[in-house]
């Protein structure tokens, strides 16, 4: 699986962004699609992920009510709706695959290539 992340760039804080993963190869539905961030001088973490057939979401807690995970498998594509966006969420965001894994990101097989969120005050 080979994945193009995009939709990265400039935002106001409290203002919206949506997130692209296009996903090209086979078998995209058969894979949790997640959402990981990696800041300036910190460590990757996990933001969101979404079940293969997209009946369940899992959130990290400080984007709960804020993010929103989503999936198009017709159109091998997950989304990543960011509203109310904060000064936190500045970050190279990374779209990711995986067979079994939801948070871990050493439990994902394939990953995109980052898209930047910038975020202004």
């Known amino acids: 699986v080979q994945l193009q992340a995009s939709g990265g760039g400039l935002v106001q804080v409290g203002g919206s962004l949506r997130l692209s993963c296009a996903g090209s190869g086979r078998n995209f539905i058969d894979y949790t699609m997640g959402w990981f961030r990696q800041a300036p001088g910190k460590e990757r973490e996990f933001v969101a992920a979404?079940?293969?057939?997209?009946?369940?979401?899992f959130y990290e807690d400080s984007v709960k009510g804020r993010f929103t995970v989503s999936r198009d498998n017709a159109k091998n594509t997950a989304y990543l709706q960011m509203n109310s966006v904060k000064p936190e969420d500045a970050a190279v965001y990374y779209c990711?695959?995986?067979?079994?894994?939801?948070?871990?990101?050493?439990?994902?097989?394939?990953w995109g290539q980052g898209t930047l969120v910038t975020v202004s005050s």
């Open positions: 990711a695959a995986s067979e079994l894994g939801i948070s871990d990101p050493d439990e994902y097989e394939f």
């Open positions: 979404i079940s293969w057939i997209g009946g369940s979401t």
